[in-house]
């Protein structure tokens, strides 16, 4: 029977070996101390076993592709007591049969094997699982070894800038299966920063600008907002406030020193440069260029979109005037 070139090409499963020599080992008479897969030992709770026994119905079916609501809203619940992080259940969760189901699947989720960034990092030794997943969904994979004398951390400074780049995907594991090793959080942290710092390059900047979301449509809000004589710019200022604030405390605290940069500048250089001159912007060139300058700065530039599409028109405004004065200087 033919099988997938990627099927046959795949070694024998770690724990399968493992079990084999485990087995070998039993039958001469080998002791053998388990130090493999982590499977409980303790009884299971009587509650535990009460709980599941009650929630058995008479008849059951097929459960739903992504989970049950209220089990999405629990799993949310948890992640905010236990890590501070808010979760959309019904958009940013799903129930898996485990975390290999999960981690297999995640690189038919995020690659495109006909882009550029088809490449998925892992370690060695390490989990095999998104190995074999990338391997599943047309990746190219690259192993950073795991060695003693680097603290079993990978060295980061050993991978080219270019290679970064192609990089859809890196997995990191720490307290490190199978080595134990602990990542210092500065290590962490200039893995995340590496491959975020990359991500941002093929990421639409509107929808990350300081993580606060729908920056677009935020952005024509404010501008319209900002148009409103005398209270607009205040109004645009509460609303964007309240926003950002609600989405984390940092990002309400940059929105909020950005105001006050931006009115300064308003006051000092825009009034008297370019507000003080004759600027007409007809409404779709409004609706444009705040469109840019969300899609290119997220919610910074579309808020900046007004006053940068102002001072250009200005200046071509002085270009074209300047060219029809010197034919003028040129008859005298």
């Not at 995020?110 to 699982?129: A, K, M, S």
């Not at 500048?265 to 705040?290: F, W």
């Amino acid at each position: 029977m033919h099988v997938s070139p990627v099927l046959a090409a795949q070694a024998v499963y770690p724990f399968v070996r493992i079990e084999d020599a485990k087995r070998r080992k039993a039958a001469e008479g080998v002791r053998i101390f388990d130090f493999g897969m982590g499977d409980p030992r303790e009884p299971t709770d009587p509650l535990i076993k009460a709980a599941l026994t009650a929630a058995l119905d008479e008849a059951t079916g097929y459960p739903a592709a992504v989970g049950l609501p209220e089990l999405r809203e629990a799993i949310a619940a948890w992640a905010r007591r236990r890590f501070d992080v808010e979760l959309d259940p019904d958009r940013e969760l799903i129930p898996t049969y485990g975390s290999k189901e999960a981690i297999f699947l995640l690189a038919q989720m995020l690659v495109d094997r006909d882009g550029d960034r088809r490449l998925v990092v892992t370690t060695e030794p390490g989990y095999p699982v998104p190995d074999r997943g990338a391997a599943f969904a047309g990746a190219d994979v690259l192993q950073l070894p795991l060695r003693e004398e680097n603290g079993f951390l990978p060295d980061l400074d050993a991978v080219d800038a270019a290679t970064w780049d192609r990089a859809a995907i890196v997995w990191i594991n720490y307290p490190n299966n199978p080595t134990g090793a602990i990542a210092p959080l500065d290590n962490t942290a200039r893995t995340v920063k590496i491959h975020i710092g990359r991500y941002l390059k093929y990421t639409t900047p509107s929808k990350i600008i300081m993580g606060v979301p729908y920056a677009v449509a935020l952005g024509l809000i404010v501008a319209i907002l900002d148009l409103i004589p005398l209270a607009g710019a205040t109004m645009a200022a509460i609303l964007i406030g309240i926003v950002a604030f609600l989405h984390s405390v940092p990002a309400g605290i940059v929105v909020v020193a950005f105001f006050v940069a931006y009115q300064q500048v308003e006051n000092h250089v825009l009034q008297p440069v370019i507000y003080g001159r004759t600027v007409q912007l007809s409404p779709l060139t409004v609706l444009i260029s705040i469109l840019i300058g969300a899609e290119l700065a997220g919610i910074l530039g579309a808020l900046a979109a007004i006053p940068v599409a102002g001072t250009i028109q200005v200046l071509l405004l002085d270009w074209r005037n300047h060219r029809r004065e010197r034919p003028a200087h040129a008859a005298l």
